[in-house]
């Protein structure tokens, strides 16, 4: 027991409490504990985590990683930063829960703040939740509420894993299972104007989309694309719902990634956030821009226990402000740059290239040989995720240094020949 694990314990006996949880044990008798307790939706996990700093955490072994992927593209301010835990420890201390009977201080003053840096008009509204699929519930509500039903997603698109959001998800294998699946949901090859011009009539209530496809690969969207998008939802006056669960906050190096100037300054009707919005606490948040969308759903028509948190709201807050206070974006889109071009410039014959924006990169491979990558990754102290067989994800916090991007690119070449090594001893491509 180290760390973290051990404040915890010294905070637990002080407040007289055995109840809480403390890292006795190694890893080994945690999973053993996990696989008998946890449903098992996730798999084996790979390490008990039990304490994190900046980019960096630590195992119930004692072992340090450089956390590359930080909590899926969500803790945007790295883990345990001050200002974070500040805002979050004093405003439990002040007013933990209410109901949305009653409205808080940071909760208002969170919709004013996202309204600002996701630059909506005059009349815009945000519906807070605690999570990306609420927020495109919540989204996917206010387009039945046009009074049409059906909805064009995009091919490789993903939008979460309630039964909405997975109607508005592509990939067969998270959808097959739980058919029948809200209706009426199309998917359109993602970047194809033709085929989404097709695609949308007068019976469209909605166009969902992501600016650059996380799940699906880290696939950006091409020049161009979300501006036809938006040109051909208004001439069917159908909604063009932005999702930016994953690549919104910073996370692309502008406060949400269609705001790029290769966008052509494409204005959305619904825009979803979560994931980097509470830095790491569970916020959601879906935007209606301007007031006729903001109508969509009336007094009764949606709702959520947890959403608006003041807790949650005290976080989404202090992400914001640490972004704005620090030149987050302007970080990013260096940081981002840097570690592009150092793993490019290793010219290593197995990656073909490196796509995204900002701190979303992935690094496509010609063999399918990331979830190797990623497992060589692990075992050397870095945290990255194999998001397709042939591309490794990297979203670290949105604060990491050149110098902690440098510890990976100069490693990265090692790891991608212990992959390689294993595909040729296994007698060819796995
Ligand atoms: N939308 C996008 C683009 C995502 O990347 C994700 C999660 O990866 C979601 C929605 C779902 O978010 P959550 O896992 O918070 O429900």
Redesign the pocket.
């Known amino acids: 027991m180290r760390g973290g694990a051990v404040e915890v314990e010294r905070a637990a006996r002080e407040a007289g409490v055995d109840a809480l949880p403390v890292a006795e044990g190694g890893a080994e008798a945690w999973l053993a504990r996990y696989s008998s307790s946890v449903m098992g939706t996730y798999g084996v996990p790979q390490r008990v985590l039990v304490r994190g700093e900046g980019c960096w955490v630590w195992d119930a072994d004692g072992k340090r990683y450089l956390d590359l992927l930080a909590g899926?593209?969500t803790n945007a301010l790295g883990h345990a930063h001050p200002l974070l835990v500040a805002a979050v420890t004093s405003q439990l201390a002040t007013l933990g829960h209410v109901s949305n009977f009653f409205a808080t201080v940071p909760q208002v003053a969170l919709a004013e703040r996202l309204l600002q840096v996701a630059r909506a008009p005059e009349g815009s509204r945000v519906f807070f939740c605690n999570?990306?699929?609420?927020?495109?519930e919540a989204a996917f509500k206010m387009a039945r509420r046009t009074g049409r039903t059906k909805i064009v997603a995009a091919v490789d698109?993903?939008?979460?894993?309630?039964l909405g959001?997975l109607a508005l998800t592509h990939k067969q294998a998270y959808r097959a299972p739980f058919e029948p699946l809200p209706g009426g949901v199309e998917h359109v090859p993602y970047g194809d104007v033709g085929a989404l011009g097709r695609a949308v009539d007068g019976a469209t209530a909605a166009v969902f989309l992501?600016p650059v496809?996380?799940?699906g690969g880290v696939t950006p969207a091409p020049p161009g694309y979300l501006e036809a998008a938006r040109a051909i939802t208004r001439t069917h006056g159908a909604l063009l719902v932005l999702?930016?669960?994953?690549?919104g906050i910073g996370r692309c190096g502008e406060w949400f990634a269609h705001q790029a100037s290769e966008h052509g300054g494409v204005v959305p009707d619904v825009l979803?956030s979560?994931?980097g919005l509470g830095g790491g606490v569970?916020v959601?948040a879906a935007i209606a821009f301007g007031e006729r969308t903001a109508a969509l759903l009336g007094a009764g028509q949606h709702g959520t226990t947890f959403g608006g948190n003041p807790v949650a709201a005290a976080a989404g807050l202090a992400t914001l402000h640490a972004i704005e206070r620090d030149g987050v974006l302007e970080h990013v889109r260096r940081t981002g740059r840097h570690l592009r071009s150092g793993v490019e410039a290793l010219g290593h014959p197995l990656v073909t290239g490196v796509r995204g924006a900002g701190l979303l990169l992935g690094i496509g491979l010609a063999e399918p040989v990331a979830p190797a990558v990623a497992r060589h990754a692990l075992a050397a102290g870095f945290i990255v995720n194999a998001v397709r067989p042939d591309t490794v994800r990297i979203a670290p916090p949105l604060v990491l240094t050149t110098d902690q991007a440098d510890l990976f690119t100069a490693a990265l070449p090692a790891l991608l020949d212990a992959a390689l090594a294993e595909t040729t001893t296994a007698g060819g491509t796995p």
């Open positions: 899926i593209a999570s990306g699929a609420e927020a495109n698109g993903f939008h979460g894993r309630t959001a992501e496809q996380g799940e999702d930016e669960v994953q690549t979803t979560a994931k569970p959601g």
